[in-house]
């Protein structure tokens, strides 16, 4: 199914035979529910004068919240659009925990295998994307389920994009032709510079080496005459709109009401929206060892990153490469082919700490970026699935707009407790698997087998 001119695709799409790279399934989890019994109810039957429904299940990176998606679509009659800045691309499959083939032939995802790696993706482009993937869901008599963990998608996705004006064919081409040599040449410090002078002095915060925003900073000056931050943008208004309300009521309104008063107002869907997560250390604990399972066997992260670097790309270059996992993937093998396919067991481990170590903060920056959300429920992810689906099919269906999430299903928002807080602090990775040096041996075998310079393409 196609969405229309201009917009990728309804449903998934799978590298051609001609890249060079076959997509892998990601870990599978094996569990049981029992599934409740519900009258069937999909968007289409919602009165006209309700809002269209849409679910939003978010967490941060290891809180399982691919793996209830997938669930709460099969009981929703549902399709899920993947909020994942990594997912849309082709080949990174293990390092963005892309759910398997199987899964995707059972439930319908969208925005998952759209684009080639060499290529950027901008949240502009998923709002688009997303929008009509919602409006193609709804329009079919299904439920949109979107999930991921990229907190700016999400945000412009919910609320809306700021009104920058699009760049012409021509202003385009003359942004690519002034930056194209300071890109080639890697002058990355005098092209901010140029787009500082241009009129953006914020260009000067952008993560070093995104060229992207850089091209995209300057479009705008040329096209408006002013910066990107001289543009509204549509949750600013929002957050505004409820710290007013909050302000101005005289009843005992709590801010959940006001929320969901201005969300009613505002709003162009109902958006039902959820964040899994679980305790700090617990959390911590899943992703260490999930960077483990990416990392073993001959066909994980380094097999991907092998491949990205084999495409001609470099590490930090665009949005793929900066993705964490396979930054830090890429660097180690160039490392390893720089010393002819050889690597220690000190240099394995090191890469895989800063791999665990990044995704940890990563983890950490969502969890600071969601609890300023106000629209979001927050959920326990250590519950018994069946628990936090019953809930939010409840959620779903519920037509007052009360439902409370339950105490025994509530996840607080903050560190709760001295124990927590010491525990945290003491935290230090157990791996599973790579604990000896023996242990990374087939790895090391791997990297001698495949970078060694007769192997590297």
């Not at 909050?246 to 009401?257: C, E």
């Not at 983890?363 to 600071?368: G, H, N, S």
Request: aromatic share 10%; hydrophobic share 35%.
């Amino acid at each position: 199914m196609i969405i229309g001119s201009g917009v990728r695709t309804c449903f998934p799409r799978f590298p051609s035979s001609s890249e060079k790279h076959v997509l892998r399934s990601a870990v599978k989890f094996t569990f049981t529910i029992q599934r409740p019994r519900r009258p069937f109810t999909t968007a289409c039957s919602v009165s006209a004068t309700k809002k269209e429904k849409v679910i939003v299940v978010s967490g941060p990176t290891g809180a399982g919240k691919s793996r209830l998606a997938l669930e709460l679509a099969k009981l929703l009659n549902g399709e899920i659009i993947s909020a994942d800045s990594v997912q849309v691309y082709r080949g990174l499959d293990i390092g963005s925990a892309k759910p398997s083939p199987a899964d995707r032939k059972e439930v319908p995802h969208h925005l998952v295998d759209i684009l080639h790696p060499s290529e950027d993706y901008s949240v502009g482009q998923f709002f688009e994307d997303a929008r009509q993937a919602t409006r193609c869901i709804l329009d079919s008599g299904r439920v949109p389920i979107v999930t991921g963990g990229t907190g700016l998608y999400l945000r412009w996705l919910i609320y809306g994009k700021p009104d920058v004006p699009k760049a012409s064919k021509e202003i385009a081409s003359e942004v690519y032709s002034e930056l194209a040599d300071l890109q080639r040449n890697e002058h990355w410090d005098a092209a901010v510079q140029l787009v500082v002078k241009a009129g953006d002095p914020k260009a000067q915060l952008l993560a070093a080496n995104d060229w992207y925003r850089l091209r995209r900073s300057l479009e705008i000056i040329k096209s408006s005459g002013s910066p990107p931050s001289a543009f509204e943008v549509p949750y600013d208004s929002f957050r505004k709109e409820c710290d007013s309300s909050v302000v101005d009521t005289h009843d005992i309104s709590s801010p959940t009401d006001v929320v969901e008063e201005v969300k009613s107002k505002e709003l162009d869907y109902d958006f039902i929206c959820f964040f899994l997560s679980s305790q700090r250390v617990d959390l911590y604990r899943a992703i260490d060892w999930r960077c483990e399972d990416m990392v073993s066997g001959s066909d994980g992260i380094l097999s991907e990153a092998r491949w990205l670097l084999d495409e001609g790309l470099l590490p930090n270059s665009n949005s793929a490469t900066r993705a964490i996992g396979y930054r830090q993937a890429m660097e180690y093998l160039l490392t390893c082919r720089k010393q002819g396919g050889n690597s220690s067991p000190r240099e394995f481990y090191n890469f895989l700490t800063e791999f665990q170590k990044a995704s940890r903060n990563f983890a950490k920056r969502q969890l600071t970026w969601f609890r300023n959300e106000q629209i979001y429920q927050w959920l326990d992810a250590s519950k018994p699935l069946e628990t936090v689906l019953n809930f939010i099919c409840d959620a779903y269906h519920d037509k007052g707009g009360n439902l409370v999430v339950p105490e025994s299903l509530r996840m607080k928002k903050e560190i709760s407790s001295r124990r927590e807080e010491s525990e945290l602090k003491s935290y230090r990775t157990e791996n599973r698997h790579f604990i000896r040096r023996e242990d990374c041996s087939d790895i090391l075998e791997w990297i001698q087998r495949t970078q060694g310079g007769n192997n590297v393409s």
